[in-house]
C-alpha cells in the first residue's frame, strides 16, 4: 500500500497527521515517520528558504518503483509507505518531505524508511535552490540521477 | 525539424519560459541537441562554462518519464526534458 504525491506549497502544506491517519492500521506493529525539515546554515550561508523544484510526473514514478524495489531488496512483503515532497517555497524549519513506513516489526520499518530516503535522494528529479539572507540565491549541486 | 527541451532544476536559468526550441536536422539524436544547447549557451550566455558542464553532466527523458540515452532519435515536434543532478529530501 503506496500513498505517493507531490505537494504545491503555495496551496497546501506537508502534514504529518495525514500519515498517521493513512498508516493506521492494526496489521502494523511499528511505525517510522522520517520528515526532512529546511535548515537555516548551509556550507557556512545562513538560509532563509529553498524552492524545491521537480518532474513531478516522474517523480511519481520513482516513489512506485522504489516502493516496489523495497519488496525485492528488502524482503519485506506487509508493508504501508506514505510519501510525501513539497514543490515551491518552503521556509526554514518547515517540512520539505514525509516519509512513513509502517511493517509488522521495528527493525524492517526502520529499514524501510532508511532505504527509501536513500533512494528518493539518488533516483527522484527533485532540485533544491536555497535562499539566502543576503537575498541572493543559488541551485544547490546534486548527483547524477540514477536508473 | 522542431524539438523542445523542457528545463528543470539549475537549466531553468537558461530561459524564463522553462523551456527551449531548437530546429534540427531529422534523425537527430540526444547527443545533437546537447550540442545545440551548448552552442545556446555560447551564443547567449557567453560560453559560460558552470552551464556547460551543468549541461554535460545532464540526463535526458521522454515525455513519458524514461530516461534516454545519447543515441536517442527524435520525432517531429518531440517534447525532451532535461534532467540536471538531483538533490531532493
Redesign the interface.
Known sequence: MLHAKIIDSSKEKIDILKAEKFLSSSNFGAIIYFV?TVRDLNENKKVTGIT????D???I?SFEEIYKESETKLKIKDKAVFIE?VKGYVAVKEK??IIGAACKHRDEAYNLSRFI?EE??????????EHYTNEESE???????Q? | MKVTV?L???T??LSKNNFLEFEIKKNSSIKDIKIEILEFIEKKFKGNQNLKKLIE?S?F?SED?E?ISENYKMNENQKI?I???????
Not at chain 1, 524545491?52 to 518532474?55: A, F, G, I, L, W
Open positions: 526532512g524545491y523544484d521537480s518532474r510526473t516522474m517523480v514514478k515532497h520539505s518531505i530516503i528518493v535522494k539518488k533516483k527522484s528529479p527533485i532540485w533544491k535552490k541551485w544547490l549541486k546534486g548527483v547524477s540521477i536508473l | 523542457e528543470h532544476g539549475a531553468k536559468d553532466s540526463a527523458c518519464d530516461i526534458g534532467i540536471p543532478p538531483i538533490g531532493g529530501g
